[in-house]
């Protein structure tokens, strides 16, 4: 897929998101104006109370300190009402960082393939073979000359050859494991840990887990087709 269909797709997924940020911004800010207008009642059926109380029935006194309790009652389902807004407006904008991370990936992978396929072979691969071909040369002139470990093939191999930088550059598991990590940032996969590295999605919409690491799945690269994740491959068999 070319990279103008990748930025055309992803542009239309968020074509509406600044109007649904801008709808529940405007929410949380109505909510805000109401739990302020129930706290103002709050204070004045206080007032009310401290002044009257000695003059009250005791049923007067239970109903004016019900008055009170509903509008807390009321101020807390505000409050609520609010966080939920908060946290459905940080799901629905992580939700398009990791479609985009996983588009951006999907897209390198395509791209590996495609240079992998018409036979290109970067400079350092070049460097390498040249290098190798030298190494042999001069290995079968004095084959009893014992080189310093530091030029040995093994240690140039990995001083210069791509896989070695590839396993410095990628992430390992068990490093962002040991990483902080946000109480608030969500989680996923079947290790239930947040998301790093390759990740892949899973095409069932019921999906409850949805995101899950390569490594944790057994795979290496993005595979062709339909993929569904373990659990939901199990629970289409039983179908």
Known sequence: MATAIYLEHYLDSIENLPCELQR???????LDSRTEEKKGEIDKLAAEYIANVKNLASEQRVEH?????NAYSKCKEYSDDKVQLAMQ????VDKHIRRLDADLARFENELKEKLEVSGYESPDGRALKKARSLKDKRGSRGRGKKGSDEDSPRKKKMKNSPEFSDSILAVHPSDVLDMPVDPNEPTYCL????????????????CPIEWFHFACVDLTT???????????????KKK
């Open 24 to 30: 529940n911004f405007t929410l949380m800010r109505e």
């Open 65 to 69: 300190l019900q008055k009170i309790e």
């Open 89 to 92: 407006t940080y799901e629905m």
């Open 191 to 206: 290790c239930h840990q947040v998301s790093y590295g390759e990740m892949i999605g899973c095409d069932n919409p019921d």
């Open 222 to 236: 993005k595979p062709k087709g339909k993929w569904y994740c373990p659990r939901c491959t199990q629970d289409r």
